[in-house]
């Protein structure tokens, strides 16, 4: 069965600090992955994309980036991360073009 | 720029009332699904619809997509206080690969 790790579950970072977040999926192959923030009982802003290694479409343009180092692995970074940067950030995955995604638990990133 | 319109974004109703959430673009979907989420956790999926004019039922939920794919709505009869929680339409639009956006979320509370 497939299963997506995504941690750590929650993170408090001073301003200024590099941040580095981290999403595996297990037990499917060449999924399309997701980087989305959340607001407080908002909709799901959606950061990144990919659909396949080394193919990352950048959404919003803002102080984050994210690489696919390996088929299964999503991950989030800053070099510097603003309090604006604060959110409840969710990795996504799915197959083929409509398919569902499905979800971590999404990781809560205070910046102080 | 938000491709997905979700309304009304709030609604608080009383225990057996009906009501309806809307999702609605300019751009033609591949397929939409909705979401509903509890605080602190992931999306859970609900539903998919594909082809346009789609009518699925899920007990008390009835959901459609539009016959010119989009729009979608989401309509609960009899709500219950366990309907609580955010409901968010998403979809992946036509020809654009995996990119699965979300709409605004619309936060419902039903009071018993």
Same mark, same amino acid.
């Given at each position: 069965?497939?299963t997506?790790?995504?941690?750590?579950?929650?993170l408090?970072?001073p301003?200024?600090?590099?941040?580095?977040?981290?999403?595996? %999926?297990?037990?499917?192959? #060449?999924?399309?992955?997701?980087?989305?923030? /959340?607001?407080?009982? @908002?909709?799901? /802003?959606?950061?990144?994309y990919? %659909?396949g290694?080394g193919?990352?479409?950048?959404?919003?343009?803002q102080?984050?980036?994210?690489?696919?180092?390996?088929? @299964?692995?999503?991950?989030?970074?800053?070099?510097?991360?603003?309090?604006?940067?604060?959110?409840?950030y969710l990795?996504?995955?799915?197959?083929?073009?409509?398919? @569902?995604a499905?979800?971590?638990q999404? $990781?809560?990133? $205070?910046?102080? | 720029? +938000?491709?997905?319109? +979700?309304?009304?974004?709030?609604?608080?109703? /009383? !225990?057996?009332? #009906?009501?309806? %959430?809307?999702?609605?673009?300019?751009?033609?979907?591949?397929?939409?699904?909705?979401? @509903?989420?509890?605080?602190? !956790?992931?999306?859970?999926?609900? %539903?998919?619809?594909?082809t346009g004019?789609?009518?699925? &039922?899920? *007990?008390r939920?009835?959901? +459609?997509?539009?016959?010119?794919? &989009?729009?979608s709505?989401?309509?609960i009869?009899?709500? /219950?206080?366990?309907?609580?929680g955010?409901?968010?339409?998403a979809? $992946?639009?036509?020809?654009?690969?995996? *990119?699965?956006?979300?709409?605004?979320? $619309?936060?419902?509370?039903? *009071?018993?």
């Amino acid at each position: 069965s497939q299963t997506i790790h995504q941690w750590p579950a929650t993170l408090v970072q001073p301003v200024g600090s590099p941040l580095s977040l981290e999403c595996t %999926v297990e037990g499917t192959s #060449n999924p399309n992955l997701y980087w989305y923030r /959340q607001a407080a009982g @908002r909709g799901l /802003q959606l950061l990144f994309y990919s %659909v396949g290694i080394g193919q990352i479409s950048s959404e919003v343009p803002q102080n984050l980036s994210a690489s696919r180092p390996q088929d @299964r692995q999503f991950i989030l970074s800053s070099k510097k991360l603003l309090l604006s940067d604060s959110g409840f950030y969710l990795c996504a995955w799915s197959v083929g073009e409509g398919g @569902r995604a499905f979800f971590g638990q999404g $990781t809560r990133l $205070t910046v102080v | 720029t +938000q491709l997905l319109e +979700q309304s009304p974004q709030f609604l608080s109703i /009383q !225990e057996g009332e #009906n009501l309806t %959430v809307y999702c609605n673009s300019s751009s033609v979907f591949s397929s939409l699904q909705w979401y @509903r989420q509890e605080p602190g !956790e992931g999306p859970v999926l609900l %539903v998919t619809v594909v082809t346009g004019g789609e009518v699925k &039922k899920l *007990k008390r939920l009835t959901f +459609q997509f539009g016959d010119a794919r &989009k729009d979608s709505s989401l309509h609960i009869t009899a709500a /219950q206080p366990g309907d609580t929680g955010l409901y968010l339409c998403a979809g $992946t639009i036509y020809n654009q690969g995996g *990119k699965l956006i979300f709409g605004q979320g $619309t936060e419902l509370s039903v *009071k018993p």
